[in-house]
């Protein structure tokens, strides 16, 4: 089955003692059947928690504060424990950072994938589990002996194929994965990919990659989502945010890229992230913006709509745009 | 160049199954690197999980013992210093980890860290001086002292406390840094402050660096030579420009074919609908 993911105005706070962190601050997107979404930006812009959240898989005391995710108009931040219980794994599926923990290290793979047959009400018999395992390991390109092995037998290219062997088990419509190639080498790390590629189109699912390597995402993805500081600051289909990014973050991340172009020369992003308990007046990339503005420090800014839904959140493209306007 | 630490022809060879059923392994097979001072060099090692990369530093660092072959530091045989030689060689020699996160002990404050080296080779005279010292090492790394020392390693990002391990090598005035993957674990934005940092030490303190990677982007940007190695041998060599621009090697091809473009016009292949076999 087809379906649409919209995530409206989401709020995710974590009350600490020392205040209230912000964490996800009015992220909105759609996804429509058969999109990739790369979700990128530094460790602690929200990526991870914005897909946690939609997944209502926040840890204490992270919680939704506010705005609704959709799955075909229905609301899984209002949706009871059970309702979203059921809908993990078989409408919306998470492959998880760092494959390598995330497998129970003393059961054998087949057995986990039974548990979560189990779990869903779609175990028949033992016969039709062992076949149904086999072609889930198939189509990751993994023989149907991994079945027979524990975790520490696999590599870590392998144990990221059950992740997501699983994570397809019951055919979702939605599959979102945090990060699943940032431990891999470069070679593994395309075949795990194009494995990703290749369940989602026979699915017809959207999928929602995290992550941090921009050349990547822009092989990956159809659209991209750049966050920073818990705001989705520029989004859009990847060939305008990559052939024209309009925010200096976006700009920054991609100009920070190595490549065979230049040696002994480095374009990091000079300053660290703010701290999301205490973030700066405004917009929080300006005490890192080398091209800042007065108003900057002030307030938020608003968003700035461009072609294909290209969306920017900068002074300096909505104040662009008041002075010659397109 | 005049060579500091060498190994020639080195072999490492792992004994693994049960009685009767021996399997050897060959980690490392006949590999030769030499690095030196005078001009300073950049020399990265790079090839895949299990080409063998990791195991080579640990000789090189003298963690363990090659099975053939032999590895010298200023002409000496590593296994056959005396006790001056060897502490010589282990301040010259210095490492860097890819993971700062498990190098720290997480109930010390980073000083600490900073200060054991200084009063383990007996490179400061009292806490004034070891101090000072610190604070120059981190303002050439690119930290600002006040805001780094009597933190606990929490407290700072994954590209500062690296960089806090790249001061803790420098205070011992090194000739050689080992750095094995020492970027990969923190953001991509990250990553070229870390490598910039590397690079200056070369430029402006003469250390040389052995770099050792699967990104061979950033291998071409920061090495003067480079190695590339496939099962445990040394499947091609030299400078980047030969190297990377013209390989010659199928193995260092299907490595460069690897890395995706940031353009997303340059098709790298996800969509294509050949499957790909899966090894490992």
Avoid at chain 1, 2 to 29: C, K, M, W, Y
Avoid at chain 1, 134 to 151: K, N, T, Y
Wanted: net charge neutral; hydrophobic share 40%; aromatic share 6%.
């Amino acid at each position: 089955m087809t379906s649409t993911l919209e995530v409206r105005h989401l709020q995710v706070e974590f009350p600490l003692e020392r205040g209230i962190a912000r964490a996800v601050n009015d992220v909105s997107f759609t996804l429509h059947p058969g999109e990739r979404l790369g979700l990128v930006g530094e460790s602690g812009s929200g990526k991870t928690t914005t897909i946690l959240a939609m997944l209502r898989l926040l840890a204490k005391p992270g919680r939704i504060a506010g705005g609704e995710v959709l799955l075909d108009g229905e609301d899984l931040v209002a949706a009871t424990d059970e309702t979203m219980r059921r809908a993990r794994f078989s409408r919306i599926s998470l492959v998880p950072q760092g494959a390598m923990n995330s497998l129970n290290p003393v059961l054998r793979i087949g057995v986990q994938f039974h548990d979560l047959l189990k779990a869903h009400g779609a175990w028949k018999s033992r016969g039709e589990a062992r076949a149904h395992v086999a072609r889930l390991l198939e189509a990751v390109e993994l023989e149907p002996g991994v079945a027979d092995l524990f975790p520490h037998q696999l590599s870590g290219g392998m144990k990221q194929r059950v992740c997501i062997a699983m994570a397809i088990a019951l055919k979702p419509s939605v599959i979102v994965a945090d990060e699943p190639t940032s431990a891999l080498d470069v070679v593994v790390q395309k075949q795990v990919l194009r494995t990703l590629v290749r369940v989602q189109k026979e699915l017809s699912a959207s999928v929602i990659l995290v992550g941090h390597d921009m050349a990547l995402m822009s092989q990956f993805a159809h659209t991209i989502g750049v966050m920073y500081a818990g705001r989705l600051v520029e989004y859009g289909p990847v060939r305008q945010v990559f052939g024209n990014p309009r925010h200096p973050y976006t700009k920054m991340l991609i100009a920070s890229l190595p490549s065979f172009s230049h040696r002994g020369r480095f374009l990091g992003i000079p300053g660290v992230a703010p701290s999301l308990l205490d973030p700066p007046p405004g917009c929080p990339f300006h005490v890192r913006c080398p091209s800042a503005i007065a108003g900057c420090s002030r307030d938020y800014p608003g968003e700035w709509l461009g072609e294909d839904g290209h969306r920017v959140s900068c002074h300096l493209v909505t104040e662009v745009r008041d002075v010659h306007p397109a | 160049m005049s060579t500091l630490l060498s190994a020639d022809n080195v072999t490492v060879t792992f004994t693994g199954g049960t009685l009767g059923r021996r399997q050897v392994k060959h980690a490392l097979d006949g590999v030769s690197l030499q690095i030196g001072e005078d001009p300073p060099a950049i020399i990265a090692i790079v090839g895949e999980s299990g080409s063998g990369k990791t195991t080579l530093t640990r000789l090189l660092l003298g963690l363990m013992a090659p099975t053939g072959g032999r590895v010298s530091y200023r002409g000496k045989l590593l296994s056959e210093m005396d006790r001056a030689e060897r502490l010589t060689y282990r301040r010259e020699v210095q490492a860097i980890f890819q993971d700062p996160f498990a190098a720290y002990n997480p109930f010390y404050r980073v000083d600490r860290a900073l200060l054991l080296p200084l009063q383990r080779f007996g490179l400061a005279r009292n806490r004034d001086e070891a101090y000072e010292r610190i604070r120059e090492a981190l303002t050439v790394v690119g930290l600002r002292p006040a805001e780094t020392l009597g933190r606990y390693p929490h407290q700072l990002s994954g590209g500062q406390r690296q960089r806090v391990m790249i001061a803790r090598a420098l205070l011992l005035n090194p000739r050689i840094i080992i750095a094995d993957e020492p970027a990969s674990m923190v953001d991509a934005s990250l990553r070229a402050t870390i490598l910039d940092t590397l690079y200056r030490l070369k430029t402006e303190k003469g250390i040389s660096l052995i770099y050792v990677t699967h990104d061979l982007t950033t291998a071409y940007q920061i090495a003067d030579h480079v190695l590339v190695m496939n099962s445990g041998k040394v499947v091609e060599s030299g400078d980047p420009d030969s190297v990377i621009l013209n390989p010659q090697h199928p193995y260092t091809k299907s490595l460069i074919s690897a890395i995706p473009s940031v353009d997303p016009d340059v098709s790298w292949g996800l969509d294509d609908d050949a499957r790909v076999t899966a090894h490992g």
